[in-house]
């Protein structure tokens, strides 16, 4: 695999690797941007901590930040996820459940 | 999400934030065992370095290792890999393929 590749895909997988910014993804999954104070608000952490957080997940292509004004906004930008998912897909043979199912089982979950 | 599922999807996604470790992984999805010795040999670093990675790769449950006399082989392990996939699929509407669409072009890429 090509370099810049491999350093895009250490920066996902290292910045999915907190569950703070996964939680952050997880409240901007529904798609409406979000500010940086919303955001940060039921976090149990100072705004500078969070704004760190989001800086590695800018950092990492996976969230957009805008300005309007004094807010900042942000949102989901989930192109770095699936080339994580590319990656992991190649060891889908040793997964027990397919690829149709998985998302079947998450589909009812949401339910 | 519960706290150890937490724990381990940090682990899974830091064990897989590392070029080196993903390599060994990839080497390893032919799926069957390898000694670490034969693990080691192509890579650019020191036989310690090298069981460094494959520390964390076994904490992170991605690999297990078996000790037969002198030799440690390790063998594959991608229930962790399919958790973080169950997480990454949560965003699968904001792929721009459809996960069908993304095993198939894997396929294609592997012929």
Redesign the interface.
Known sequence: MVKYQ?AA??????A????TR?AL??RL?A?EDMSVSDLARPLPMSLPAVMKHLDVLSDAGLIQRAKNGRTVSCR????P??D?????????R????S??R??KF?ETRKK
Request: no cysteine; aromatic share 12%; charged share 20%.
């Open positions: 491999e895909l250490d920066r996902t997988f290292s999915l690797a907190d569950p996964r993804l997880a999954e798609g989901i930008n989930a192109a996820m699936e994580a998912m590319k990656w992991l897909i190649q060891y889908q040793f997964w027990t459940m690829l149709e998985l998302a998450l």
